[in-house]
């Protein structure tokens, strides 16, 4: 089992910056893919980005350019920087681990709003 607990998010203006923290409860090293997932209101969760063990990098579309998934395994923590952040990326931003067996754990949420 693994424990995933968010902090970082917050109020924001439009083309501002944040980084969201991941910190996990086993070494990153016992999990395949962790990533980050946000849902507005009214909307399905979608992903953000996500990093595998071994580095590989995915992001949505929307993020592309603006946001960075980095991982310290010597924290057992994933990062995601956000940067340029506009309205439409308000959402509560969820950490995920996915495991080799297949299982997978979800955080509590942060909110991130983005308003002038």
């Known amino acids: 089992q693994v424990q995933l607990v968010e902090s970082g998010g917050g109020l924001v203006q439009p083309g501002g910056s944040l980084r969201l923290s991941c910190a996990a409860s086993?070494?990153?090293?016992?999990?395949?893919?962790m990533g980050w997932y946000r849902q507005a209101p009214g909307k399905e969760r979608e992903l953000v980005a996500s990093?595998?063990?071994?580095?590989?990098?995915s992001y949505g579309e929307s993020v592309k350019g603006r946001f960075t998934i980095s991982r310290d395994d010597a924290k057992n923590t994933v990062y995601l920087q956000m940067n340029t952040l506009k309205p439409e990326d308000t959402a509560v931003y969820y950490c995920?681990?996915?495991?080799?067996?297949?299982?997978?754990?979800w955080g509590q949420g942060t909110q991130v709003t983005v308003s002038a």
């Open positions: 995920n681990a996915h495991l080799y067996n297949a299982n997978t754990y």
């Open positions: 086993r070494r990153l090293n016992f999990i395949n893919v």
């Open positions: 990093i595998t063990r071994g580095g590989n990098l």
